[in-house]
């Protein structure tokens, strides 16, 4: 069986590395596109953690649901203390990420890029959306 | 017996028909009715030469010694012409190497037209998708041996999916008679064995007339519901044998009349659902045809009733009955499931944590009628079946064809207070129905200029372009934003494999576009990148067949479901999966190109697109060469 302790340092030292290698990738050019989709120098704050715990997924890259299970996150999700809840002790069909692996600063982060994400654009602008 | 000239005089009533169910007046009149008759053809070149005797500069002894004059493989492609079998879904081998000879020579490759697979999972679900369509089964040929085993996984979808198959294995029961080698090696003494579990009859003819007559049966059991595949072995010693033009009379085919629920009780679940206020009806594979949805539609308009699907084309996705969401459940009296077998998970969610925990979503005095042919379909080892649900009405019948009944005896139930009440319903849903597509249009707004494509931007693209057109969607998944299309024939969509056996959108878009070419629609499929892995010669086929086809990757570079395992147990394992969720279920270093790989089986093909503003104008492009009868593909790299 695994450590628990060196479980986590190892976690912790995955999650650096991945950082590192990200941020590596990022700054030979200026967008990168790959599995973990489109990354730059200016992604807003939080958005490399959404990428690396997987948010997008379920989630996609906007927080605006990929449809299935995982609801939509954003513009304008819902207030922090809810959204701490349903992370760590999810009601439904979602994994609960605990502090061991996913940590309240790097919560925050990712709660912080989904209240960057603007409002929703207006349909009236998109052709294919407003009928035109 | 008759001699093979003679043989078509004496074929009694018609052949066998498409599978449009029986109409909502009469299922005996219209199954009567769909009796075709098979016009004889003229002897081909290859029967005439054979019929003048013994060929010049041999002696009679030895032309036996070296010809037939007629063989047992040609009297089993008359057979199958009889039932109108326009295809057969094959990569060739030698146990039915006198099987495919008499089909493309003897037979004159028409009726049925030999298709060239590149893989037995190919043809299988080529014709698990065409039959989706053509509401007629493909046959397929295989070695009963190793062919069987390649196509066994597409055998299985089609099974769960209740998709009728005719499946032919090759085989030598005869072991003096076997060549060395691979004769002994592709034979065994139960071949369908294999795949008996998942199939719902089989046969090893031991002479020419039990041929025709299982193959008959064979027929008969596969199209009548629920539907299913079903095997015969071809004995290559019958194949191959001489009949010397003496053969048996081949026998009538007269479709069967599906069953249809018990009329008392159709009249109960009538009342139930009439006497209800907040009735609502679960579709599964209950429309296996276009007749079905309308009957559907006639269920639902009677009583003012939501319906709410499950992937297959039961119900116009431009009509306001057309609902979904647990919300519809959870204020549901009486819930009408049709042709469901996973009732349970409807009305119960269960939760994936270390001890799975399950919660009704359902009212407690909910009443529960389930109509369904599943309990038909039911075998002991693979099971294709959910938890046991206890319901209220339990009626056992095709739900297509029971249908009518059932919306006769509501219009006959309806009082003027219960006409009133499912009035007020319907203003109520029509409503609804308004605001969902007001929000679909405006969440398909979220991210339309990511990189990857988001879906819903992908979804309308394709909506856009197909939209003017005569479309049918066959790869088996609902397009993301499908709220926006309209979809209201039965062929805009075609449902998944049933079985989630992965492999089954790429051939079975090639049997689905096969079906609808003869119609001249427009095929569309928007096809996963990791399902196109597994048998990609499909791609080949479909050029080699000029089976028109648009297919548009949804290429999010893995296996993103495994990907959301692997997190949810590191996860619950306090480990964390981050980067190792990758591991095992990722397609990069190096990224699979797949308008390459198209190009390499023959296909124009463009991408990979990753400026979702690319998009339109290669859809535009692609959908051109689709239209002039070539298959497309356009790779995009999207979110998952």
Same mark, same amino acid.
């Given at each position: 069986?695994?450590?628990?302790?060196?479980?986590?340092?190892?976690?912790?030292l995955?999650?650096?590395?991945? @950082?590192?290698?990200?941020?590596a990738?990022?700054?030979?050019?200026?967008?990168?596109?790959?599995?973990?989709?489109?990354?730059?120098n200016?992604?807003?704050?939080?958005?490399?953690d959404?990428?690396?715990m997987? @948010?997008?997924? @379920?989630?996609?890259?906007?927080?605006?649901?990929?449809?299935?299970?995982?609801?939509?996150?954003?513009?304008?999700?819902?207030?922090?203390?809810?959204?701490?809840?349903?992370?760590?002790?999810?009601?439904?069909?979602m994994?609960?990420?605990?502090?061991?692996? %996913?940590?309240?600063?790097?919560?925050?982060?990712?709660?912080?890029y989904?209240?960057?994400?603007?409002?929703?654009?207006?349909?009236?602008?998109?052709? %294919?959306?407003?009928?035109? | 017996?008759?001699?093979?000239?003679?043989?078509?005089?004496?074929?009694?009533?018609?052949?066998?028909?498409?599978?449009?169910?029986?109409?909502?007046?009469?299922?005996?009149?219209?199954?009567?009715?769909?009796?075709?008759?098979?016009?004889?053809?003229?002897?081909?070149?290859?029967?005439?030469?054979?019929?003048?005797?013994?060929?010049?500069?041999?002696?009679?002894?030895?032309?036996?010694?070296?010809?037939?004059?007629?063989?047992?493989?040609?009297?089993?492609?008359?057979?199958?012409?009889?039932?109108?079998?326009?295809?057969?879904?094959?990569?060739?081998?030698?146990?039915?190497?006198?099987?495919?000879?008499?089909?493309?020579?003897?037979?004159?490759?028409?009726?049925?037209?030999?298709?060239?697979?590149?893989?037995?999972?190919?043809?299988?679900?080529?014709?698990h998708?065409?039959?989706?369509?053509?509401?007629?089964?493909?046959?397929i040929?295989?070695?009963?041996?190793?062919?069987?085993?390649?196509a066994?996984?597409?055998?299985?979808?089609?099974?769960?999916?209740?998709?009728?198959?005719?499946?032919?294995?090759?085989?030598?029961?005869?072991?003096?008679?076997?060549?060395?080698?691979?004769?002994?090696?592709?034979?065994?003494?139960?071949?369908?064995?294999?795949?008996?579990?998942?199939?719902?009859?089989?046969?090893?003819p031991?002479?020419?007339?039990?041929?025709?007559?299982?193959?008959?049966?064979?027929?008969?059991?596969?199209?009548?519901?629920?539907?299913?595949?079903?095997?015969?072995?071809?004995?290559?010693?019958?194949?191959?044998?001489?009949?010397?033009?003496?053969?048996?009379?081949?026998?009538?085919?007269?479709?069967?009349v599906?069953?249809?629920?018990?009329?008392?009780?159709?009249?109960?679940?009538?009342?139930?659902?009439?006497?209800?206020?907040?009735?609502?009806?679960?579709?599964?594979?209950?429309?296996?045809?276009?007749?079905?949805?309308?009957?559907?539609?006639?269920?639902a308009?009677?009583?003012?009733?939501?319906?709410?699907?499950?992937?297959?084309?039961?119900?116009?996705?431009?009509?306001?009955?057309?609902?979904?969401?647990?919300?519809?459940?959870?204020?549901?009296d009486?819930?009408?499931?049709?042709?469901?077998?996973?009732?349970?998970?409807?009305?119960?969610?269960?939760? +994936?944590?270390?001890?799975?925990?399950?919660?009704?979503?359902?009212?407690?005095?909910?009443?529960?009628?389930?109509?369904?042919?599943?309990?038909?379909?039911i075998?002991?080892?693979?099971?294709?079946?959910?938890?046991?649900?206890?319901?209220?009405?339990?009626i056992?019948?095709?739900?297509?064809?029971?249908?009518?009944?059932?919306?006769?005896?509501?219009?006959?139930?309806?009082?003027?207070?219960?006409?009133?009440?499912?009035?007020?319903?319907?203003?109520?849903?029509?409503?609804?129905?308004?605001?969902?597509?007001?929000?679909?249009?405006?969440?398909?707004?979220?991210?339309?200029?990511?990189?990857?494509?988001?879906?819903?931007?992908?979804?309308?693209?394709?909506?856009?372009?197909?939209?003017?057109?005569?479309?049918?969607?066959?790869?088996?998944?609902?397009?993301?934003?499908?709220?926006?299309?309209?979809?209201?024939r039965?062929?805009?969509?075609?449902?998944?494999?049933?079985?989630?056996?992965?492999?089954?959108?790429?051939?079975?878009?090639?049997?689905?576009?096969?079906?609808?070419?003869?119609?001249?629609?427009?095929?569309?499929?928007?096809?996963?990148?990791?399902?196109?892995?597994?048998?990609?010669?499909?791609?080949?086929?479909?050029?080699?067949?000029r089976?028109?086809?648009?297919?548009?990757?949804h290429?999010?570079?893995?296996?993103?479901?495994?990907?959301?395992?692997?997190?949810?147990?590191?996860?619950?394992?306090?480990?964390?999966? +981050?980067?190792d969720?990758?591991i095992?279920?990722?397609?990069? +270093?190096?990224?699979?190109?797949?308008?390459?790989?198209?190009?390499?089986?023959?296909?124009?093909?463009?991408?990979?697109?990753?400026?979702?503003?690319?998009?339109?104008?290669?859809?535009?492009?692609?959908?051109?060469?689709?239209?002039?009868?070539?298959?497309?593909?356009?790779?995009?790299?999207?979110?998952?």
């Amino acid at each position: 069986m695994r450590n628990k302790n060196l479980s986590f340092v190892s976690g912790v030292l995955l999650v650096l590395l991945g @950082c590192m290698a990200l941020m590596a990738s990022v700054s030979g050019q200026d967008k990168v596109l790959d599995f973990n989709g489109e990354v730059s120098n200016d992604s807003p704050t939080g958005y490399l953690d959404y990428v690396e715990m997987g @948010c997008w997924q @379920c989630h996609g890259f906007q927080g605006q649901s990929t449809g299935g299970d995982g609801p939509k996150l954003a513009p304008g999700p819902i207030p922090y203390p809810a959204f701490e809840i349903v992370v760590r002790r999810p009601p439904v069909v979602m994994p609960a990420y605990s502090p061991n692996v %996913l940590s309240d600063e790097k919560l925050r982060r990712i709660y912080a890029y989904l209240q960057s994400i603007p409002a929703t654009p207006d349909v009236s602008d998109i052709p %294919l959306l407003s009928g035109e | 017996m008759t001699s093979r000239r003679n043989f078509l005089k004496s074929i009694g009533v018609g052949a066998a028909t498409s599978l449009v169910a029986p109409t909502k007046v009469s299922a005996q009149t219209a199954a009567a009715e769909a009796g075709k008759s098979v016009s004889a053809l003229p002897p081909s070149h290859y029967e005439e030469s054979m019929e003048m005797g013994v060929p010049e500069g041999y002696t009679e002894a030895q032309a036996k010694h070296y010809f037939v004059q007629s063989a047992g493989s040609d009297y089993m492609v008359d057979v199958m012409k009889t039932l109108d079998i326009d295809y057969v879904a094959s990569n060739p081998g030698s146990s039915f190497r006198g099987f495919q000879e008499s089909i493309t020579v003897y037979g004159g490759n028409r009726k049925p037209e030999f298709l060239t697979c590149l893989h037995e999972e190919t043809a299988a679900a080529m014709s698990h998708g065409y039959a989706k369509i053509a509401y007629q089964p493909m046959a397929i040929a295989c070695h009963g041996t190793v062919g069987l085993q390649h196509a066994a996984m597409g055998i299985y979808n089609a099974w769960c999916d209740h998709a009728p198959m005719i499946i032919f294995a090759g085989n030598h029961m005869e072991a003096t008679d076997r060549r060395p080698g691979a004769e002994w090696s592709h034979s065994a003494l139960d071949c369908v064995k294999l795949v008996r579990d998942f199939i719902k009859w089989d046969d090893i003819p031991l002479s020419l007339g039990h041929y025709a007559e299982s193959l008959m049966r064979a027929y008969k059991i596969a199209t009548t519901p629920p539907m299913g595949p079903v095997a015969i072995v071809l004995d290559g010693h019958l194949q191959e044998q001489d009949t010397h033009g003496v053969v048996p009379k081949i026998p009538a085919y007269t479709p069967s009349v599906p069953p249809h629920g018990d009329l008392a009780a159709l009249r109960a679940a009538a009342q139930l659902l009439v006497d209800a206020e907040n009735p609502v009806i679960l579709a599964g594979r209950a429309a296996r045809t276009p007749v079905g949805m309308e009957n559907l539609v006639e269920l639902a308009e009677a009583l003012q009733a939501p319906v709410s699907g499950d992937g297959r084309m039961n119900f116009p996705n431009n009509h306001y009955l057309n609902q979904g969401g647990r919300g519809l459940l959870r204020q549901a009296d009486v819930i009408l499931g049709l042709e469901k077998n996973d009732f349970w998970n409807t009305v119960n969610s269960m939760r +994936d944590l270390v001890h799975r925990t399950s919660t009704k979503v359902v009212r407690d005095d909910v009443k529960l009628i389930s109509l369904g042919s599943e309990d038909l379909f039911i075998k002991s080892n693979y099971q294709n079946f959910q938890r046991f649900q206890s319901v209220d009405l339990s009626i056992t019948g095709d739900a297509e064809v029971s249908l009518p009944y059932l919306t006769e005896e509501v219009n006959r139930l309806m009082s003027r207070s219960s006409r009133a009440k499912a009035k007020a319903r319907g203003e109520k849903y029509r409503e609804q129905y308004k605001q969902s597509i007001e929000q679909a249009r405006q969440e398909a707004a979220i991210g339309w200029n990511d990189r990857p494509v988001s879906l819903d931007r992908l979804s309308l693209e394709i909506w856009n372009e197909v939209k003017g057109r005569d479309w049918s969607e066959v790869s088996g998944r609902s397009p993301a934003s499908s709220r926006l299309w309209t979809m209201d024939r039965h062929y805009h969509q075609i449902g998944g494999s049933g079985g989630a056996g992965v492999g089954y959108n790429l051939p079975a878009s090639v049997g689905a576009a096969l079906a609808n070419r003869e119609h001249g629609r427009f095929s569309v499929a928007i096809q996963p990148d990791g399902d196109a892995l597994y048998a990609p010669g499909a791609m080949w086929t479909a050029a080699h067949h000029r089976i028109p086809i648009l297919w548009v990757m949804h290429n999010n570079r893995g296996y993103h479901q495994e990907v959301m395992h692997l997190q949810r147990m590191a996860s619950r394992r306090q480990r964390g999966a +981050d980067g190792d969720a990758k591991i095992g279920n990722v397609f990069e +270093d190096p990224f699979i190109n797949f308008a390459t790989l198209a190009q390499g089986f023959g296909v124009y093909s463009e991408g990979p697109i990753t400026d979702p503003d690319d998009l339109g104008p290669a859809l535009q492009r692609a959908a051109a060469v689709v239209d002039g009868g070539h298959p497309a593909l356009v790779d995009v790299i999207c979110q998952p």
